[in-house]
């Protein structure tokens, strides 16, 4: 991986107007045409619209998060998934939701 950064740099570095293109690869699948982060503000507005087609389609007797914990790690805080009280609150303080707030407002340690 060091050297494959290496070779990019280089290469960029010699032009006077360096531009990278994706290739798809096992973690980059380019789609023309999208040139903001999935995770950017610019789709914001359409948040609401998102999670509501979530909660139409995953039910949550689908959901099992002792299969998530400690393995997956969510774009939003970049640590792994935990159901503490303590990530809750970190999540809480990046994203400032109001439905974690909620959840932290009623949290009742077991």
Do not use: C
Request: charged share 25%.
């Amino acid at each position: 991986m060091d050297e494959l950064i290496k070779r990019h740099v280089a290469r960029n570095s010699s032009q006077s107007n360096p531009v990278t293109s994706l290739e798809r690869g096992k973690a980059t699948v380019p789609l023309t045409g999208i040139d903001v982060p999935f995770h950017s503000s610019f789709l914001r507005p359409n948040l609401a619209a998102f999670r509501e087609v979530l909660e139409q389609n995953i039910q949550p007797s689908w959901m099992d998060p002792d299969k998530l914990i400690g393995r997956y790690i969510p774009n939003v805080t970049a640590r792994p998934f935990d159901i503490t009280k303590e990530a809750f609150e970190y999540a809480w303080e990046v994203t400032k939701s109001d439905r974690l707030r909620k959840v932290l407002d009623s949290w009742q340690e077991v």
